[in-house]
């Protein structure tokens, strides 16, 4: 038996810890102590959460000093078994949105909270669902959303089969989008679609909400009659039925909302096409682009009852036509329509945008289009230098509804784009580019230009080049 040194030999500021050897010390088992509640993440958003979190940090030390002691006080008592002692960590939510999750949808969220199922590897909330709940639930954004908003939210994450990219979808929406720059009762409708769409319709309908419209948000945007867009958007998801001719035709209310989702979403992926059909896609990229509250209200009439009211008091109607279930944009053939609108007593169809035995645009009838769509007057300036000091004038007004159109030939044949900007060296404009995926600084023919922004299918093309390829500019009188 070793000798006990006197306590006046000891090294001053150790400890000496004595075990008393029992028979059952070679059976010892190994211990699993959890660890203590996880900090939240440190950004931008989750500042002053965390230094409230680190404030309290005594009172939690003391508190899981405690719990340790308990758990090393009753192990004897545990049966030898292979399974981890895990502490039940409470989530970091208000009681109301407690209390209306169920008893499995928060054991749910406190095992993803907590990670024990996850490699501690993963310290990324692109790849870990503990972190990307975290994040949430500490984002300031989040916390400010209504509790019954945040309760939806929380139990499509729990019940989701795939919670990281609902986790992702949700943190998105919540934190990175327009959606707190509307009334609490918009923030309702929109939860409310995301709740009932499925995962592609979700991201796109994330992608709507990150959309700006110069210096606001999509969902802040109104069609001519006021008719916010959450609302005509709520109203079009959930349609019961659509009117009789398109059901006739084989169609299906979820195959124009999937259209209609995509097109709002992306509008740089509409196929341009050529001649006439081009000029009406540009006409129907600028809609998707600039004004897509108005086309959500297209959307919402032609569904109903095949025609549309246009501001300028006329009536556009889908007309009964064999070939519609052939054609998958609807939209596309809706606009079509404009033209025995604007022109009655001319040539039918889309080619009469394009002047006879030429590959040229019509700006007379172009302008009547343009009249009748967003119900004013467009000046036509066709002399290049005019067109070139107009252009000027207006460089640096970046975002416009209407928005300002331009003609450019290139090997004979005329392209209508959307007028964006105009600097020392270059003119910035924009049109639909289908599936091309070009990047950023990439080049793209007829006429030949830069990318500048492929998600708004913005270009920019040199000034010496745009001087000898502009043919037209389409200005609204404002």
């Not at 660890?35 to 003391?62: A, G, L, N, R």
């Not at 998707?288 to 959500?296: G, I």
């Amino acid at each position: 038996m070793s000798k006990k040194r006197p306590l006046s030999q000891r090294e001053v500021g150790t400890l000496e810890i004595r075990e008393k050897k029992t028979q059952n010390a070679s059976s010892e088992r190994s211990r699993y102590f959890p660890s203590p509640p996880p900090v939240p993440p440190v950004d931008s958003e989750t500042t002053e959460i965390t230094k409230e979190v680190s404030s309290k940090s005594h009172e939690e030390q003391k508190e899981y000093r405690s719990k340790e002691k308990s758990h090393s006080t009753n192990e004897s008592s545990i049966c030898h078994s292979n399974e981890r002692v895990i502490v039940d960590v409470e989530l970091p939510l208000k009681d109301d949105t407690l209390a209306a999750l169920s008893a499995n949808e928060k054991e749910t969220l406190d095992t993803i909270f907590t990670g024990v199922h996850e490699s501690r590897k993963l310290e990324d909330a692109t790849n870990s669902p503990r972190r990307a709940l975290q994040r949430l639930i500490y984002a300031q954004k989040f916390i400010n959303l209504d509790t019954g908003l945040q309760e939806i939210l929380l139990r499509l994450i729990a019940n989701s089969p795939q919670p990281l990219e609902e986790l992702r979808q949700t943190y998105k929406l919540t934190c990175q989008s327009g959606l707190h720059e509307i009334s609490v009762l918009q923030q309702k409708a929109a939860v409310q679609m995301f709740e009932i769409l499925s995962p592609l319709e979700k991201e796109l309908l994330v992608e709507i909400s990150q959309r700006r419209l110069g210096n606001r948000s999509v969902f802040v945007d109104t069609d001519f009659r006021d008719v916010p867009f959450v609302s005509s958007l709520d109203d079009f998801i959930n349609k019961t039925k659509i009117s009789a001719a398109l059901t006739r035709q084989g169609f299906l209310h979820q195959e124009f909302v999937g259209q209609a989702l995509q097109r709002l979403a992306r509008p740089a992926s509409i196929i341009r096409g050529k001649g006439g059909a081009s000029v009406l896609r540009t006409i129907e990229f600028a809609l998707y682009s600039d004004a897509p509250a108005e086309m959500l209200r297209y959307w919402n009439e032609v569904t109903s009852t095949t025609t549309i009211d246009l501001p300028s008091q006329h009536q556009l109607r889908l007309h009964e036509q064999n070939s519609l279930a052939h054609k998958p944009n609807l939209m596309g053939v809706v606009l079509e329509g404009l033209l025995d609108v604007a022109f009655p007593q001319g040539m039918r169809g889309q080619e009469a945008l394009i002047m006879p035995g030429s590959s040229s645009v019509d700006v007379d009838v172009l302008a009547r289009v343009l009249c009748e769509v967003y119900g004013l007057e467009f000046r036509i300036i066709t002399s290049p230098a005019k067109a070139i000091s107009f252009l000027k004038a207006k460089s640096t007004e970046h975002f416009r509804i209407p928005p300002i159109f331009l003609g450019l030939a290139s090997e004979d044949t005329e392209y209508l784009f959307l007028f964006d900007g105009y600097n020392e060296g270059y003119t910035f404009i924009r049109a639909p580019h289908g599936g091309s995926l070009k990047q950023p600084k990439e080049k793209r023919k007829n006429p030949s230009r830069i990318v500048v922004n492929s998600n708004m299918g913005q270009d920019k093309i040199k000034n010496s080049e745009l001087h000898e390829s502009i043919r037209f500019v389409l200005a609204p009188k404002t």
